[in-house]
């Protein structure tokens, strides 16, 4: 077997965006952290409330159209090399770690490294849109479970399949796809779904920026509308009627990002170059 690493690797989950959420075991870990390495959809004030002054924050998001998003090789280097070096290191990821993240690809590269880990699940977006809208999503009478879907090509998805969903017989709930709902909606139509059936596009849930857009199948192609604010997640079915008897969090006027858009970080390339040098010759 090969030699233990001295660092010990915590997935994280930060739950959907409110400093609030984040679970109690999340922030005894964050507590003790020696490095952080974040996603964009982490929101600062975690960070900026949970993380020691003296931790090292690695900002290493993805963002859609964004030239500065960090590619999955480069951050599971990342994560080694810093592992190699210190003690607390906490892969910290937006909502729960096992939904839609790319944790699959940093547990094969922690076993294949034999380093030491933990997974902290948080609280998921789809669990926060849903308690800060005010949507129960198995609502008896509305709905027979919650089918938890992306959406990026129709042909991805059998024709049968589509039929299926389009019973609306469970609440969808789809992740990363606001930019296609047209293209969705379209496609829930012809497979027959109903055109009263409504839905809503919860944009940054949870957080101080939440805000609640209302359609039907049938109308959405009809209305005027802006691009949605990432992060945004899409409840369709007729639990999401209940939203105007329910709701509890007023609509943000400012819609604005709360989440800090993606750049490139000079002084953090230079850094991790700086590590990735010292891990070398402590290797030698």
């Given at each position: 077997?090969s030699?233990?690493?001295n660092g010990?690797?915590?997935?994280?989950g930060?739950?959907?965006?409110?400093?609030?959420?984040?679970?109690?075991?999340a922030a005894?870990?964050?507590?003790m952290a020696?490095v952080v390495?974040?996603d964009?959809?982490?929101?600062?004030?975690i960070?900026?409330?949970?993380?020691?002054?003296?931790?090292?924050v690695?900002p290493?998001?993805?963002q859609?159209r964004?030239?500065?998003?960090t590619?999955?090789?480069?951050?599971?280097d990342?994560?080694?090399?810093f592992?190699g070096?210190?003690?607390?290191?906490?892969r910290?990821?937006?909502g729960?770690?096992s939904?839609?993240?790319n944790?699959?690809d940093?547990?094969?590269?922690v076993?294949?490294n034999n380093?030491?880990?933990?997974?902290?699940?948080?609280?998921?977006a789809l669990s926060?849109?849903?308690?800060y809208?005010?949507v129960p999503?198995?609502?008896r009478?509305?709905?027979?479970?919650?089918?938890?879907?992306?959406y990026?090509q129709?042909?991805?998805?059998s024709?049968?399949a589509?039929?299926q969903?389009a019973?609306?017989?469970?609440?969808l709930?789809?992740?990363?796809?606001g930019?296609?709902l047209p293209?969705?909606?379209h496609?829930?139509?012809q497979?027959?779904a109903?055109?009263?059936?409504?839905?809503?596009v919860i944009e940054?849930?949870?957080?101080?920026?939440?805000?609640?857009h209302?359609?039907?199948l049938?109308n959405?192609?009809?209305?005027l509308?802006?691009?949605?604010?990432?992060p945004?997640?899409?409840?369709?079915?007729r639990?999401?009627?209940?939203y105007?008897?329910?709701?509890?969090?007023?609509n943000?006027?400012?819609?604005?990002?709360?989440?800090?858009?993606l750049q490139?970080y000079?002084?953090?390339i230079s850094l991790?170059?700086?590590t990735?040098s010292l891990?070398h010759?402590s290797?030698?």
């Amino acid at each position: 077997m090969s030699e233990q690493k001295n660092g010990k690797v915590y997935f994280v989950g930060a739950g959907p965006g409110n400093p609030d959420l984040l679970t109690v075991k999340a922030a005894r870990i964050l507590a003790m952290a020696d490095v952080v390495i974040t996603d964009r959809l982490v929101g600062d004030a975690i960070i900026n409330t949970y993380v020691p002054a003296n931790a090292i924050v690695i900002p290493v998001g993805k963002q859609g159209r964004s030239n500065a998003s960090t590619p999955q090789p480069e951050i599971n280097d990342i994560i080694v090399q810093f592992a190699g070096m210190y003690k607390n290191v906490v892969r910290l990821k937006g909502g729960d770690v096992s939904l839609y993240s790319n944790v699959l690809d940093e547990l094969l590269t922690v076993k294949a490294n034999n380093i030491s880990y933990e997974i902290i699940p948080g609280i998921t977006a789809l669990s926060g849109a849903s308690a800060y809208t005010g949507v129960p999503l198995t609502a008896r009478g509305y709905s027979t479970g919650v089918r938890v879907l992306t959406y990026y090509q129709h042909e991805a998805i059998s024709p049968a399949a589509w039929q299926q969903l389009a019973r609306f017989d469970d609440t969808l709930v789809f992740y990363m796809t606001g930019a296609a709902l047209p293209q969705l909606v379209h496609q829930l139509l012809q497979a027959g779904a109903a055109a009263d059936i409504p839905f809503l596009v919860i944009e940054q849930a949870t957080t101080p920026q939440q805000y609640v857009h209302e359609f039907t199948l049938g109308n959405y192609n009809n209305e005027l509308h802006a691009d949605f604010v990432s992060p945004s997640l899409v409840i369709m079915g007729r639990v999401t009627a209940l939203y105007k008897q329910f709701a509890w969090l007023p609509n943000s006027e400012a819609r604005q990002p709360y989440f800090t858009p993606l750049q490139d970080y000079p002084e953090l390339i230079s850094l991790i170059q700086h590590t990735q040098s010292l891990s070398h010759v402590s290797r030698a």
